[in-house]
């Protein structure tokens, strides 16, 4: 009896965890560039009963008698499927399609790998730069921040979908300046590890950064100026998946009840 009610208490552990994934993904249902996380479960360790099980006339049954002791968490994953691309008509609003990263240099020194191409223009130290809204510079592919030169207009510049910034001549054709961005990508996105601000970070198990630019294994990303990727959240869905998740968690609760009352029967017994 008092393992049915550790193995209901870890199904209540799990669909709680299982609850809070569903409610990150509606909280960041309209942040830019967001991933939909979803938790995976596996069981815990089984207890042998009887190895050898035998009916009433002492035959051998295939198979013995083993007991679960429950569930729990063993990861939750971000799908990196493509976003819808919402248009902006902002100049330094970037989206992605395809699987690539762009490149941000942290104020640690480190580089951040985002899909949130919500860019704007800084004053640094380096001169005018491209810069998310926490002023991380923009990379391009040589990993160095992108610096617009003075003599050019920053409202003019154009970007083609390869990442080429481009500036018009008197003439209005369009003449690259020699600047691309960045884009990277990994062999598992699944294995970033998450910060602040929209911003993932290189790990062991996503493996090394792997540039477009210079990787011709790799299919090359689209970059579209004046959009914004979306995330992939489904609100239907998770709504949906938030219900079954509530149900199994009151059917453990009901499960330790029904427990609690069979022990409360057993200790009434004289």
Known sequence: MMRSLWTAASGMTA????????????????????????????????????????D?????????????????????TSLYT????????????????????????????????????????????EGLTIADSD???????????????????????????????????????LIPIGITIGLAQFNN?????KTSGSLLKETEASGMPRMEYDDFMLKRSKIRQGYLEGSNVQAVDEIVNLIVAQRAYEMNSKIITAADQMLQQANNLR
């Open 135 to 173: 002023g991380n510079p923009l990379l391009d592919t040589s990993g160095s921040a992108i610096v617009i030169d003075e003599a050019y207009n920053p409202s003019k510049i154009k970007i083609n979908e390869y990442g080429e910034l481009s500036y018009p001549d008197e003439n209005n054709v």
């Open 82 to 125: 493509q976003g819808t691309l919402l248009q902006t008509d902002n100049d330094y609003d970037f989206a992605i399609d395809g699987d690539g990263f762009f490149m941000v240099r942290t104020p640690g020194g480190d580089i951040g790998y985002t899909r949130n191409g919500s860019f704007g223009l800084a004053n640094g130290i």
């Open 189 to 193: 996105p699944a294995g970033l590890e």
């Open 56 to 76: 009433n006339n002492g035959e051998p049954k295939p198979t013995g008698i083993q007991v679960g002791l429950g569930v729990r968490n063993s990861a939750i």
């Open 15 to 54: 669909q709680q965890s299982n609850v809070d994934t569903i409610s990150n993904n509606l909280a960041n249902i309209n942040t830019t560039g967001y991933k939909k996380e979803t938790a995976e479960f596996k069981s815990l360790l089984y207890q042998t009963i009887q190895e050898n099980s035998y």
